[in-house]
């Protein structure tokens, strides 16, 4: 939530900040920063609820699916992923 929230866009230059990770630099840039309709809490939460109530169904039909923690080193997941998909053909 706070990272989705929390995000706004120069107008001027197009530039992306964040109010917490990646202030503005000046107060300048700072006061006119607009966030996205899409960012606003009330939003995030109705997405998230509409996830939430799908997500069960989609495990359910995605039976062979995996996890996959993103919060890693790029590399770290594509050898995951990598180390998923592909497996050695089975002796006979």
Avoid: W
Avoid at 15 to 29: K, S, V
Avoid at 57 to 64: I, M, R, S, T
């Amino acid at each position: 939530m706070e990272r989705l929230s929390q995000r706004r866009t120069d107008p001027v230059t197009g530039e992306r900040y964040h109010t917490t990770f990646r202030p503005a630099p000046t107060p300048e840039i700072q006061a006119r920063l607009r966030q996205n309709p899409k960012d606003e809490k009330a939003n995030i939460e109705k997405h998230l609820d509409i996830y939430y109530s799908n997500v069960k169904a989609l495990e359910d039909f995605y039976q062979d699916a995996f996890y996959v923690n993103a919060d890693q080193d790029p590399y770290v997941i594509f050898e995951f992923i990598e180390s998923c998909i592909i497996k050695p053909l089975p002796c006979k």
